[in-house]
T-cell receptor, first 109, second 115 residues
Framework: RKEVEQDPGPFNVPEGATVAFNCTYSNSASQSFFWYRQDCRKEPKLLMSVYSSGNEDGRFTAQLNRASQYISLLIRDSKLSDSATYLCVVNQAGTALIFGKGTTLSVSS | EAGVTQFPSHSVIEKGQTVTLRCDPISGHDNLYWYRRVMGKEIKFLLH????????ESGMPNNRFLAERTGGTYSTLKVQPAELEDSGVYFCASSSLTDRAYEQYFGPGTRLTVT
């Protein structure tokens, strides 16, 4: 079983749509949770950290369910510029990041 | 503020040759990480430096890979001799030792092709 599992997609949505990505992790000792965004042939960039209480940053909302070891990312009002691969990432504090393979999103006009 | 930089951006070498990759972390970041993405796979951890010391090298695939961080500033990752399966994108990341240490910032990567 992979440590971090994501639906690879691709998710093809029109502009303005709402899209949700899910992720599960296997190590219950994981302490920190993130969504990174990676554009084609670029480096991963931190999109947002994910907290147990849930957190929102503009059109993006992240949720964490520690009991189910499940992380989600919701994107509202999708823009063309949201097209990218979204990486679910976990770690224990101060250690290596563990990546999922990523979910590809394509937003079309 | 300058981000993480890596050199070279691309490298094409033949099997059996040696390649050295370089990473310059964000100034003041004591944590430095190397990761690798092989085609079709997820990004995987290679090793972690805290200043000049290797904190965790559990992800290094074999003894053909040697990482150094002399003086606790920039780091090099040498592959000698390179094999076909070493092809991939090598990312370096850095983070602060104290302030938001869990937030790692990535460099643009070195795309290594072994032929």
């Amino acid at each position: 079983r992979k440590e971090v599992e994501q639906d690879p997609g691709p998710f093809n949505v029109p502009e303005g749509a709402t899209v949700a990505f899910n992720c599960t992790y296997s190590n219950s000792a994981s302490q920190s949770f993130f969504w990174y965004r990676q554009d084609c042939r670029k480096e991963p960039k931190l999109l947002m950290s994910v907290y147990s209480s849930g957190n929102e940053d503009g059109r993006f909302t992240a949720q964490l369910n520690r009991a189910s070891q499940y992380i989600s990312l919701l994107i509202r009002d999708s823009k063309l510029s949201d097209s990218a691969t979204y990486l679910c990432v976990v770690n224990q504090a101060g250690t290596a990041l563990i990546f999922g393979k990523g979910t590809t999103l394509s937003v079309s006009s | 503020e300058a981000g993480v930089t890596q050199f070279p951006s691309h490298s094409v070498i033949e099997k059996g040759q040696t390649v050295t990759l370089r990473c310059d972390p964000i100034s003041g970041h004591d944590n430095l990480y190397w990761y690798r993405r092989v085609m079709g796979k997820e990004i995987k951890f290679l090793l972690h430096f805290v200043k000049e010391s290797k904190q965790d090298e559990s992800g290094m695939p074999n003894n053909r890979f040697l990482a150094e961080r002399t003086g606790g500033t920039y780091s090099t990752l040498k592959v000698q001799p390179a094999e076909l399966e070493d092809s991939g994108v090598y990312f370096c990341a850095s983070s602060s030792l104290t302030d938001r240490a869990y937030e790692q910032y990535f460099g643009p990567g070195t795309r290594l092709t072994v032929t």
